[in-house]
């Protein structure tokens, strides 16, 4: 099993050139914690713009579990299994759930990556070298609408030096 800073070495080798300096996915484990959870953390230039502590990711994957449970009832499997799709969607994750996600985006091509459902996958695609300046341009007409991925959108676009290009690729 590859270490989280494995992990974090080979996402930041498929990055962009123009972005690698400045995106750093940062892990954290609280050593001394019952559980040695932590957080996680997308952060550009030193600023977080995703992520969340594990106490907050619990909490969040409990109220969803609690609303469903008050709307439509069901096994408490069933229940987990619908939050953790809706945590995924909107890039709450468990330290635990992440290491999935990061597994998830090397194992598919930047096309489904940019279609995945999960956040954290869609946001590592933009950052990806794979992702190039015609796909950038043309992401332009119907940017991200997620906080996370919005945000490494406008860096690749302004690392790119496209932000003041004419919305067509020619």
């Given at each position: 099993?590859?270490?989280?800073?494995?992990?974090?070495k080979?996402v930041?080798?498929?990055?962009?050139?123009?972005?690698?300096?400045?995106v750093r996915l940062q892990?954290?484990h609280?050593r001394?914690?019952?559980?040695?959870?932590?957080r996680?953390?997308l952060?550009?230039?030193?600023?977080?713009v995703?992520?969340i502590?594990?106490?907050?990711?619990?909490?969040a994957?409990?109220e969803?579990?609690?609303?469903?449970?008050?709307?439509r009832?069901?096994?408490?499997?069933?229940?987990?299994?619908?939050a953790?799709e809706?945590?995924?969607a909107?890039?709450r994750h468990p330290?635990?759930t992440l290491r999935?996600?990061?597994?998830?985006?090397?194992?598919l091509?930047?096309t489904?990556?940019?279609?995945?459902?999960?956040v954290?996958?869609?946001?590592?695609?933009?950052c990806?070298r794979?992702?190039?300046?015609r796909r950038l341009?043309a992401?332009?007409?119907?940017p991200p609408?997620?906080?996370m991925?919005?945000?490494?959108?406008?860096?690749?676009?302004?690392?790119?030096?496209i932000?003041?290009?004419?919305?067509?690729?020619g």
């Open positions: 099993m590859t270490t989280w800073s494995g992990l974090r080979q930041h080798e498929r990055m962009a050139a123009s972005v690698r300096h400045r892990v954290t609280y001394r914690a019952h559980d040695a959870e932590g996680w953390a952060e550009i230039d030193g600023a977080e995703g992520g502590g594990c106490i907050r990711a619990h909490w994957e409990y969803i579990i609690e609303r469903l449970r008050r709307e009832g069901g096994s408490v499997a069933e229940l987990q299994r619908v953790l809706e945590i995924r909107e890039g330290v635990n999935d996600a990061v597994e998830e985006y090397f194992r091509g930047i489904a990556a940019r279609e995945s459902k999960d954290v996958v869609r946001s590592l695609a933009l990806d794979r992702f190039g300046r341009l992401l332009r007409e119907e609408a997620h906080p991925e919005l945000a490494v959108f406008r860096l690749r676009i302004e690392a790119e030096g932000d003041g290009q004419s919305k067509s690729c």
